[in-house]
């Protein structure tokens, strides 16, 4: 409901842009100058905003539908100079031009900016990837040396994973890494990095966050996970591991690697 209303919100302050340059587009002509290039702002935007909410590899419709409308703003603009003796064969083929330009013109732009949110995120959860989490935690690494304030990594496998795919099939095994997705995000912060960097495999940036605080992440997201797998009979649970740090004193594969070998003595421990 909050997405839909943002999205609309979005569109209202993009037609608003329309029709602002519009205005100014009626008010110069004759002049010389042109605003006309000025309707691809909206379209750009417009794709832009699409393909960010929208999360989806399809073509967002918003880019198309302001497409339309530049379009029909732009022809209204440049008639109602010369209006009456504007042909009216004229309007109607510069609005279908104008509009199979800009629709395509947003397409491409919002297909430019898919790709390089998806390059950057897991397609099954819509999580970061571990490209995307190996830049945040740099940018922590940064952050925690200039105020000496220390920044925590959870590294989580889901045990038993692979028996649950072999004996109920691939769409239950999807089913739970989304599960587990979910449970991350919801015992975290907005601040914080999650992340799937493998099959089963998934990471937690929490910056700011010392080992006492830590401690208690990690026992929130065993109830949450408990619970849930419990609630769907699935005989699985998570192993983590974590690190605490200061600084940049450690590279990334160094701290990740901890962390991993921390996570596999847990898991070794409940075999």
């Known amino acids: 409901m909050a997405k839909q209303k943002n999205m609309f919100w979005s569109f209202v302050l993009v037609v608003a842009e329309i029709l602002f340059i519009t205005f100014w587009d009626y008010k110069v002509a004759g002049a010389y100058y042109s605003l006309d290039v000025l309707y691809c702002l909206p379209i750009i935007q417009a794709a832009r905003i699409g393909a960010i909410r929208s999360l989806r590899h399809s073509d967002t419709q918003m880019s198309a539908l302001v497409g339309v409308i530049s379009a029909v703003a732009w022809s209204i603009a440049e008639a109602a100079v010369v209006w009456p003796h504007y042909p009216l064969d004229a309007f109607t083929m510069n609005i279908f031009t104008r509009s199979v330009t800009f629709t395509v013109l947003g397409r491409v732009v919002a297909k430019l900016w898919k790709e390089r949110d998806f390059s950057r995120k897991d397609a099954l959860t819509g999580l970061a990837n571990r490209l995307e989490f190996a830049e945040r935690f740099e940018a922590e690494q940064l952050r925690s040396e200039r105020s000496s304030r220390p920044y925590s990594l959870l590294f989580i496998d889901i045990d038993q994973f692979k028996m649950l795919n072999d004996n109920l099939g691939h769409r239950v095994g999807d089913a739970a ?3 587990v997705s979910g449970i991350l995000r919801d015992n975290s912060r907005s601040v914080d ?18 080992e006492y605080i830590c401690g208690i992440l990690v026992t929130r997201i065993q109830l949450a996970s408990e619970k849930k797998f419990q609630t ?3 005989s699985i649970s998570l192993s983590i591991g974590h690190v605490t740090v200061t600084g940049i004193e450690r590279s990334f594969d160094e701290i990740l690697n901890e962390a991993d070998e921390k996570m596999y003595s847990i898991k070794k421990q409940k075999q």
């Open 177 to 179: 890494l989304k599960a």
């Open 193 to 210: 990095t999650v992340a799937r960097i493998g099959g089963d495999q998934f990471v937690l940036l929490f910056p700011e966050t010392d």
């Open 232 to 234: 769907e009979g699935w």
